[in-house]
Nanobody, 121 residues
Framework: QVHLGESGGGLVQRGGSLKLSCVVS????????MAWFRQAPGKEREREFV??????????HYGDAVKGRFTISRDDEKKTSDLQMNSLKHEDTAVYYC????????????WGQGTQVTIFS
């Protein structure tokens, strides 16, 4: 059974930085493409794409709202995917979810429980 667990969320001042981590247990981590999504307050039906990284780590994509500010990475030995978030804005406030997608699927098959990120002035 594959399990994803996010950590690193919290309160941070506008303009600050935060690093989220996602650890994966079970499954074959090296085969998974990893991605981060977020769900903002009042938008419970919308899960916004934040960033993704392919299984080899050389293919990264970012949502327009975070380009140039966020960086996704992966460590196959530790079975983790990190999301480094810089220059945080109020609109980055959301619950951030980690996901894993196996190579035979077009959509993530596994999700974490989410970690809250709140930006204050």
């Amino acid at each position: 059974q594959v399990h994803l667990g996010e950590s690193g969320g919290g309160l941070v001042q506008r303009g600050g930085s935060l690093k989220l981590s996602c650890v994966v247990s079970g499954g074959a981590f090296a085969d998974y493409a990893m991605a981060w999504f977020r769900q903002a307050p009042g938008k419970e039906r919308e899960r916004e794409f934040v960033a993704s990284i392919n299984f080899s780590g050389n293919g990264k994509h970012y949502g327009d709202a975070v380009k140039g500010r966020f960086t996704i990475s992966r460590d196959d030995e530790k079975k983790t995917s990190d999301l480094q978030m810089n220059s945080l804005k109020h609109e980055d406030t959301a619950v951030y979810y980690c996901s894993a997608r196996n190579p035979f699927s077009d959509i993530p098959g596994y999700w974490g429980q989410g970690t809250q990120v709140t930006i204050f002035s």
